[in-house]
């Protein structure tokens, strides 16, 4: 039978640290409340240790280091987000089949073939193994499990559904990525035409043109008497051959006082606000942000985290400023005894389905399953979106570059068919 350490509240709201011994950490979570006490956290105790120098009652146990952290290698690798979806649902399916968390850790730890996710699951083993709880050790390394995560994973140790709660966290990521390809996707055919098109300018404006304009000069004499269009393609060509030193500098020098200005409060929070106003792309990042943060919020409520400590994790990972503030709003009129359906509606960001959606799962006691609605109904307006924006820009761009590259070549034509008048009018 295994020995646990456990974290939990008793009827006056006191903590409670000490041992307990059982079957299955299920088995120990009953327990615990078979005692009249409130889990809020639990870890398997590894039984050397346990016998070296067992727990007193009352005492919290001593806190998690670094611990394995500092095998953790801040520049030797990096962990993908498919990588941690699949180590999610992989220890959701261990732990399901009855598996405890120490061995499944193992089972994954000799799986794995990435070494930063392979020292960060060794350490997240050595710190379970000495009896803190696994959202203890899962935020030593914050660089691979944000805040969200381990908030989830600790809400499924006080509640012992920790499978429910990784399955849920694995899903969740499966979403989200799916939503961040597909606007990736949208915006990968633009940009490609946009830097052809950058590409096949410069090159005429450096190779092909200078050569016009000689053919020009000797058969014409002189540059005067140019169709206007040739004469501003030819000045462009020569600031370009000239300039292009400067100009490149100037170029990079905007770009990097941009990014600089951006992360200035002010400034950050004009580009959100220009994310969620700006024509076409505005509305594709509203339902993108309504999307995921329902769907989080949702997901932390339907696993047992509190309101108000989901609303502060969720603010903090929307990463647009507008939509932080308008759920500060949100947060403070819970933290009042409030609802959330007044301050999502007077923030002017979240549109009126999503309110009305928020003020019936209120009324009705299901808000996690109706902010589950409005996500998966907010990824489908998400797909739609991305769909009909891909429509648009399509032909959009094949007409600019249409228009670019024809306007070049009909400027380099028009000089000749003067030409070829002229000579065909002498001859006559």
Known sequence: MAKFRFKALDSQGKEVFSTVEAESQSAAIEKIRGMKLTPKAIGLIKEDAAEAAPAPAQKAPKKAKSGGGKKFKLFGGSIKTKDLMVFTRQLATLVDAGLPLTRGLRVLHRQTTNETMKA????????????????????????????????????????????????????????????????????????????????????????????????????????????????????????????????????????????????????????????????????????????RLTRTLGTLLSSGVPVLQALSIVKDTTGNQVVSKALQSVHDSVKEGEGMTAPLGASGVFPAMVVSMVEVGEETGALPEMLIRVANTYDDEVDNAVAAMTSIIEPIMIIFLAVVVGGIVIAMFMPLISIIGSIGQQSA
Not at 194 to 212: D, N, Q, R, S
């Open 120 to 291: 960060a699951l060794a350490g997240m083993l050595e710190t379970v193994e000495t009896g803190n709880t696994f959202s203890e050790s899962l935020g030593n390394y914050p660089k691979i499990f944000n805040h969200l995560y381990v908030n989830m994973v600790k809400a499924g140790e006080a509640g012992g559904v920790l499978e429910t709660v990784l399955n849920r966290l694995a899903e969740f990521m499966e979403k989200a990525e799916k939503i961040k390809n597909k606007v990736k996707g949208a915006m990968t055919y633009p940009i490609v035409v946009l830097c052809a098109a950058v590409g096949i300018v410069v090159f005429l404006m450096l190779a092909v043109i200078p050569k016009f304009q000689q053919i020009f000069t000797d058969l014409m004499g002189s540059d005067e008497g140019m169709p206007a269009l040739t004469q501003f393609v030819i000045n462009l060509s020569e600031g370009v051959k000239h300039y292009w030193l400067p100009g490149g500098v100037a170029i990079v020098g905007a770009i990097i006082g941009i990014k600089i200005f951006f992360k200035t409060p002010f400034g950050s929070l004009l580009r959100d606000k220009m994310a969620l106003t700006m024509p076409v792309f505005g509305d594709l990042t509203q339902k993108t942000v309504v999307a």
